[in-house]
């Protein structure tokens, strides 16, 4: 701890409580099987093994077979050894429980670790068994506990229905208040069909909801309205495309959150989910605000060049055959002239009228934008971005170089119980460094700890802080905001 202020140091220096919107806790696989296949069956249980099983057999694996098959190297050693207490308290929400005010923790979003897999699934039957059961035992996990500790429950994304169900019982039959989404899923290329599973494996395409979807998903976000669940996603692209690495986990591993963030947010953003549902909160969770930052101002770049209107001083026939043949023969390239000659003065007619049969060129029609004020409402309002405490980063949240000026919406993010937390008590201590080193101001940290969380989860949900350590100031956050509120489901 000396590099640091201790946690109670930091408590010292501010008047607001802390929310971590996103720890996680590690469960003990031989223990929760048991329960899952008491509450879920062998189904469930067995397929809990299995997938939980995976790393097991490619850290087994020779590299060599690794390479053959393109698989990425896993992590190993990837448990608290040396801080026995901390490996402890990841196993045991009731031991975080007594700890928070240790780590100076008020109120904490515990996100799954082995539930990271669960919508990778392939088997449909198999992963909604999986899942049921797994959002069961966890509920049973944090019984009486719900006043500073609340568990993600896994949604499943595969189809609509299954999203729709799973989000029905969670809520109501088990008082679920988060909800970890699935995205990224990975869907079968029907142009390329494959029979054995290392070629199938690449045979896919990634489904990111939002956009050229199978399915509609917009019943789904309907539903999160009900219910007041904000979409939160944890998906991962380790293991795929560019990162696939048989050799270094540390490659692999090196901005997938973000990359899997960046797609689906880009995909909700440009599919008009945003538009169609001012109400909604989304949430992208450990991949930082580095990315967010960059992709707001890349969409505004692309809309001033590739909307409709902009794309009108693109069309073929903007341009002025006559000129172009005059400044050719001027500067005498009579070989570019006598071809121009032969396309009647056009360099590629044979392409220039080619949309991809599109009956929509606008690539932002969908987000019906026609003044600033749209982006703001349709991506710096409803994104919610999570960030490890360390990550410097999370400072451009806060400057003044975003489009508009606008801040984003970046909320601690924990991530204790996953082995890049040395020390469970270092995240809070790291985060304030940014308030220490100039970075950000005291304000800028109210929001990133207490403000931003508690918007993200309230305004979806007005009762999601009641009966919290943090209910009052909750509260008064949410009144102080003067957002419209959506009931959740009694």
């Not at 979409?231 to 090196?254: C, D, E, K, V, W």
């Not at 945003?274 to 909160?281: D, I, K, M, W």
């Not at 026609?370 to 980063?393: H, I, N, Q, S």
């Amino acid at each position: 701890m000396s590099a640091h202020m201790t946690p109670e140091r930091v408590r010292s220096k501010i008047d607001h409580p802390i929310v971590d919107g996103d720890g996680h806790w590690v469960e003990y696989d031989p223990v929760f099987s048991d329960k899952m296949r008491k509450v879920g069956g062998d189904l469930a249980a067995d397929g809990f093994l299995k997938a939980m099983g995976t790393t097991r057999e490619l850290l087994s694996m020779p590299v060599v077979e690794r390479r053959e098959k393109r698989l990425g190297q896993q992590a190993f050693w990837a448990r608290q050894a040396e801080n026995t207490l901390d490996r402890a308290t990841a196993m045991m929400p009731k031991l975080l429980y007594d700890r928070l005010d240790e780590l100076g923790l008020d109120f904490v979003i515990v996100y799954p670790t082995a539930g990271l897999r669960f919508p990778r699934i392939q088997d449909d039957a198999t992963r909604r068994a999986v899942i049921r059961a797994y959002n069961i035992v966890s509920a049973d996990y944090f019984s009486g506990l719900g006043d500073r500790l609340t568990p993600a429950a896994i949604i499943p994304m595969h189809t609509p229905d299954e999203a729709i169900a799973e989000l029905e019982f969670v809520t109501k039959q088990l008082g679920s208040k988060v909800g970890m989404f699935g995205s990224n899923m990975a869907r079968k290329v029907p142009a390329a069909a494959a029979n054995d599973p290392d070629t199938a494996r690449f045979a896919v395409w990634y489904d990111v909801l939002g956009l050229d979807s199978e399915n509609d998903y917009d019943p789904v976000w309907a539903k999160c309205v009900e219910l007041g669940i904000a979409p939160t996603f944890h998906s991962a692209s380790s293991n795929q495309g560019l990162r696939l690495s048989p050799t270094n986990f540390t490659y692999n591993h090196i901005g997938h959150f973000a990359a899997a963030g960046h797609a689906t947010a880009k995909a909700i953003f440009l599919g008009g989910v945003t538009r169609r549902f001012p109400e909604l909160r989304f949430a992208f969770l450990e991949g930082g605000v580095g990315w967010a930052s960059q992709l707001f101002g890349d969409l505004i770049e692309h809309w001033e060049r590739r909307s409709a209107k902009a794309l009108e001083r693109m069309h073929p026939d903007k341009l002025d055959r006559a000129q172009l043949m005059s400044l050719v023969e001027k500067y005498g390239y009579s070989d570019i002239a006598a071809a121009l000659r032969e396309r009647g003065g056009l360099p590629d007619p044979e392409q220039a009228y080619l949309t991809g049969n599109l009956d929509n060129i606008d690539d932002f029609s969908a987000c019906q934008i026609t003044r600033k004020e749209d982006w703001v409402d349709l991506y710096a309002k409803p994104y919610y971005f999570g960030c490890e405490a360390d990550d410097r980063m999370n400072a451009t949240a806060f400057g003044k170089n975003n489009p508009f000026g606008s801040k984003l919406n970046a909320i601690f993010s924990s991530d204790i119980g996953h082995f890049d937390v040395i020390d469970m008590r270092h995240p809070l201590p790291e985060a304030y460094e940014l308030v220490e080193d100039g970075h950000i101001t005291s304000d800028d940290f109210r929001a990133f700890t207490f403000t931003n969380p508690v918007k993200l989860w309230g305004t979806q949900n007005p009762k999601f802080f009641e009966g919290t350590r943090v209910a009052k100031e909750a509260a008064a956050v949410l009144a102080a905001a003067q957002t419209p509120t959506f009931a959740a489901a009694e």
